[in-house]
Structures are given as C-alpha cells and as structure tokens.
C-alpha cells in the first residue's frame, strides 16, 4: 500500500491551495480515508475523513466551511481543497487509510497506512 501526498506549499492568508493523495495497492470494499495534520509540538489531528461505501464525511470544527474533501475513484486519488487558509491551518498535511472503519472515524491511531506528508504553510 502506498499513499502519496502532494500540491503543499506557502500561502498567504486568506488564500488556497489544494493537495492531492494518490493511492496505490489498496484495493479494499469498505474503508475509511483521510486527511491529517501534524502542527510543530503538537498531536496530529484528524482534519477530514470519509468512509468509501456511503461517502459519509466528517470534519474538525476549525476547518469546516473552509476545507473541502472529495475523491476521484478512477484516479485513485483523493483531495483536499484548502480555502480562506489561516496562519494555524500551518502544518504538515499527511493522507491515511485503514480498512477497519472505527468511530470517530477521524481518530489518527485507527489509519494504518500513512502517505510522507506535505508541507503546508500560511503565512503573509
């Protein structure tokens, strides 16, 4: 299984960006997908994630109307659009996936296949 991570980088406030994970050998019915950040000196946290069967979709408080997750199954690839991004949205940004779907669905130690991450950072 391997999960890449990709389309990090500087950004001012305010502004967007969109990272993509491309997913290989993971060829599973049912699993749950997502996306995580990790803050210096902080515990990575769930930012959104959602399960492959019914699309049912969950969000951290302090990104929803902000951040968008979707999934384009043809090129196994799942995104995560980032808008109106703030200096503490400042983080590396890693996908993950597990096959045993468990609630809360976006708690970090359920995944157990993690891409290298991707640098995000806002600021002006």
């Known amino acids: 299984v391997q999960l890449v991570e990709s389309g990090g980088g500087l950004v001012q406030p305010g502004g967007s960006l969109r990272l993509s994970c491309v997913v290989s050998g993971f060829d599973r019915g049912r699993y749950a997908i997502g996306w995580f950040r990790q803050a210096p000196g902080k515990e990575r946290e769930g930012v959104s994630c959602v399960i492959s069967t019914d699309n049912s979709t969950v969000y951290t408080d302090s990104v929803k109307g902000r951040f968008t997750i979707s999934r384009d199954n043809a090129k196994n690839t799942m995104y995560l659009q980032m808008n109106s991004l703030k200096p503490e949205d400042t983080a590396v940004y890693f996908c993950?996936?597990?096959?045993?779907?468990?609630?809360?669905?976006?708690?970090?130690?359920?995944?157990?296949?993690w891409g290298q991450g991707t640098q995000v950072t806002v600021s002006s």
């Open positions: 993950a996936a597990t096959d045993q779907v468990q609630l809360p669905l976006c708690r970090p130690q359920w995944y157990v296949h």
